[in-house]
């Protein structure tokens, strides 16, 4: 059936009534297509033509475009399959019109690529899976227009109006928060995003413009993570191109900004832009994560850096013709901890293949170049070299303080898929020093081809010789071939103790040999011979050396050995082992002088005494169970971060497999005692877990700028990787602080304690090794007595960070005491000081205190940072800030000064002078800036006078040359006043006293008073003058 305005219905069902006047339709249900429609009762007066008719329709899966009619011409790349109710005014005849509500449900909606007169390959170019409608709507022969209307997605509420004609065509405007996730598509790639959308339809065929401004969160589009969005992208249906206008993308701390276009018509093509003004590669890698992850599951996620450059998208739409490429500016680049500090890279994705190339990246000497692609077919191809490395390069190397200096050079080309790569391998330490040990060259070499890995290997100028071939597939023949001739390995034992460096006994050897055949997958069943010639290590206090040497074959994973000993001072250990049919049995027992972990760890300052050990390896080669028994008493340990050692020490290590179970440890310590427990798990590939918990006892612990600390308390030691937590909550009873404080501007770091670790030289950092998370409290007796303060505090702090640089945040408060200031004090009447930023030593605090002298009562009020104090004083009776300064500085105020008689000023100056040396301390540096005064060191020449009747003899001293300090002042606007005076000339003595007084701009009078002293009468001299000066100003 079609009716006169067009519209057509597969099949149709109805109940019409006749009267004379009118005509009912009781009810219609039509099928169009798949879909349904439903009539509801119409009443027609057929004497009134023009009369609107109101119509009930229900509408079940209908097809837009067929309910359109004639109209789908306009509306054609519009389709959506419709459900719900419809209440309508239809006005018949030939100005056909409906005008109604809708409350709708609409599946599928899509704007395609299609034309009603033009076959194509469907491309769609926007979807939307489902939305809820409700509209006020229009409709006649022209077209279809919509009012009022709001869309309700899963998770967005739209606002909306337009009409679709065949005048004008499309002018529909929709705007309201959205969540892109509802709309399946735009062209064609899935976007996604929450946020604020503009949407219009403009314009008429074959120029329709579809616009979206939009600004948005978590956005993703073209396959990628964008970030937040803000921006425009416009569809011209004419053309058939998507338009990118200055679209911005912020991921993290990176920006993108594109501009371009997509074809989403026949040539399918690609043509954009996007600039990255600044961002990191940890966001790039976001961004590029949906690529990534699908092909490139062992990407380094852990890198990090700058970058910056120009990205172009080109090629297909499609991910294997599709290019996404740039030139970026690499900074700070960070894998693994190792510093690359700048360099270029042209990369990115090509038509399915990954691409690093002209790779420069620049470490401090050295730069790495080459190539690197990875392809769709899992094939990959790469050349990489070095250019002016050292080991200096090598962070790693620099952060565990190894002070290794070698050149390094490396080359390394490679092609084919992972299992079967056609690769070679050059990597060269050349002659070198640590610390003062010259290391001879070391050379290694490999090669991968038909499923084997070849490679030689010389270390120290061939003092051991390597090679091996091995075949990747189990069941293939391999062969590994060692020869160790005088191996001299103290390099690598001061590597890992450059204490070990200043000791002129150290000494190491080994020789021996391994040469061995086996199946890959089966090497428990080798065979080939074993030797070991010889073993010596030795230094200061401590020497272990193999007694004879031991040589024994193996067949087919079978062999025995016994007589295996090693001794030395405190050590007797024996080492006897079988394997039969793939099963070893290993017994190890005997003394073992605990000095042997002063080899490796540079924590340790000493430690004396021996342990008894009682181990077996055993079970099958392929997998060997471990078992051992360490018991030791009666050891001495001392830390290097602690003056005391840990005495008559012992400890019981139950060792099954990977796991040490610890106990029973106990030790004298600072006069009190500590005791602990717990476990440690080792791996084959990384750190140990530790899970250790330690009882401190009344220990009276020595520890820089602690003169002594009485604490108690407990420690938990425990972490699965670096740094290790020390957690902790300990009290102390009491403690002794007698180290002077340093409050200037250049030295507010701690001075280093030689019990401290020091910090590396040279490094990008220090390895982290202990993680700091301590609480420490004392409700009293902390007790502060040095050339500023004799005080008591209590308080609570944290101390955080590393062993190497603690760091300290809380608070302390002074119970009572007093601050010293020059011959007097201040009772300090409150006092508090914070600890805020763990970044720096630079507490805050607030401090009030009073000072009676020579009949004035003086409130000193301080408040700021240790860097920036804010001094105040006020007194009783009342004087200026100048005169309060003067008192406390000179013992007099500016009109006391003044009144003393000339003769007796220098006297008087020169026993207030040596009071005032205490702006030389440190903490006094800072107090000077705050009071005026200023101090200075000079350089001065004392002439011994020659006497016409005493001539000067061979053993007279003709002139000294001594250190005179001198302090001024400004003691009135006008008058200024210095002081000075020799120190430490034995008998000889220069003193000076100058009064400048200001008449005006340019002139002033120069008072000068110097005093000669010796030890004969003829060496003294006495002089006073006055000079008149005139200022030039510029």
Known sequence: ??????????????????????????????????????????????????????????????????????????????????????????????????????????????????????????????????????????????????????????????????????????????????????????GPFDIGGDGQLHWTIKGKKPDVVFSFEAELEDAYYLNLKLG????????????????????????GRSQFIANGTIDTGASDAANMTVQVPKGTIQDFSTVFSGFLEKSVPWYPYEISGQISGLIKVSGKTSLDQLSVEGDMDLNNVDYLHEIFHSGKVHGGYRRGAYIAENISIRKKNGTIKGNLVYGADDALKFDLHSDGLTTLDIDRLASLGIPYRAPISFDTQGMGKLGLLKSSFRLNFGDGLIKTYSVPHTEIAFNTENGRVRGDISVFAGQVKGRMDVGWERGSSSSIDVDARHFDFQPLLIGMNTVLADDAELDSEVSGSAHVKFQTGALSKLSGAFALSSYTLRRHGYSLSLVKPAVFDVQGGSYQFTGLKFAGDGTQLSVNGSA??????????????????????????????????????????????????????????RLQAIEQPFEEGQFVVDWTDGLLRVSDVAARFAGGAVKGSGTIQLYPTKVPDLDLKMDLDNSKIKV????????????????????????????????????????????????????????????????????????????????????????????SIKVINSVQTPRVMGQATILHGR?????????????????????????????????????????????????NPNITFTSQPPLSQNDIVNLLTLGVTSSGYQNIARENRDAYSRDELYGLLFSQSGVNKGLQQKLGVKVRVDQSTLVAPESAFRPRSGTDAAETVAPKVVVQKEVTKNLNASVGSTVGVGDNQERNVNLEYDLNKHWSVLGTYEDQHGSQPSQSRTSVGADLKYKLRF
């Open 1 to 186: 059936m079609q009716s006169r305005a067009g519209f057509r219905a597969t099949s149709w069902i109805s109940g019409i009534l006749w009267k004379p006047k009118t005509v009912t339709l009781d009810s219609a249900d039509f099928e169009i297509g798949e879909g349904k429609v439903h009539v509801g009762k119409v009443s027609y007066d057929i004497h009134d033509q023009e009369q609107a008719l109101a119509v009930a329709i229900n509408l079940e899966n209908a097809d837009f475009r067929r309910l359109l009619g004639p109209a789908t011409r306009s509306a054609y790349p519009l389709h959506m399959f419709i459900s719900g109710n419809v209440a309508a005014d239809v006005t018949p005849g030939k100005d056909f019109e409906v005008d109604g509500n809708a409350d709708l449900s609409v599946r599928d909606f899509s704007f395609d690529n299609q034309k009603p007169t033009e076959k194509r390959p469907l491309k769609v170019l926007l979807a939307v899976p489902q939305v809820s409608v409700k509209t006020k709507f229009s409709l006649d022969e022209d077209g279809f227009a919509f009012e009022q209307t709001e869309a309700v997605l899963p998770n967005s509420k739209l606002k909306a109006s337009g009409k679709v004609d065949s005048v004008s065509g499309f002018d529909i405007d929709v705007r309201g928060p959205i969540s892109l996730s509802d709309i399946r598509k735009l």
């Open 704 to 795: 820089y700028p602690v003169a002594y600390a009485r604490t108690s308390g407990k420690l938990a030691l425990n972490g699965k990787d670096l740094p290790y937590k020390v957690k902790g909550s300990l009290a102390v009873a009491d403690a002794l602080i007698k180290e002077n404080f340093d409050i200037s501007d250049n030295l507010r770091a701690l001075r280093t304690s030689k019990f401290l670790p020091q910090k590396n030289v040279g490094g990008v950092g220090e390895m982290q090794i202990f993680d700091l998370d301590i609480d420490i409290a004392a409700d009293r007796n902390i007790v502060v007595r040095n050339d500023l303060f004799d005080t008591e505090l209590k308080g």
């Open 228 to 251: 937040d969005v803000k921006g425009k992208v416009v569809y011209n249906d004419g053309n058939d191109l998507l338009y990118f206008y200055d679209l911005s993308a912020t991921q």
């Open 580 to 637: 039969h049919d793939g099963d070893v049995d290993y017994t190890i027992g005997g003394h073992l002088n605990l000095g042997i972990f002063e080899f490796p760890v540079a924590e340790i300052a000493f430690v004396h005494g021996s342990a008894d050990v009682d181990a077996k390896v055993f079970g099958h080669a392929d997998s060997p169970r471990f078992k051992a028994a360490v018991k030791a008493s009666g050891f001495d340990l």
């Open 819 to 867: 601050l010293l200031f020059k011959d007097n004090f201040f009772a300090i009447q409150s006092g508090n000081i914070f600890f805020r930023n763990p970044a720096t030593l630079d507490p805050e605090f607030d401090l009030s205190g009073q000072l009676d002298t020579k009949g004035y009562k003086i409130l000193l009020v301080a408040s700021g940072s240790a860097s």
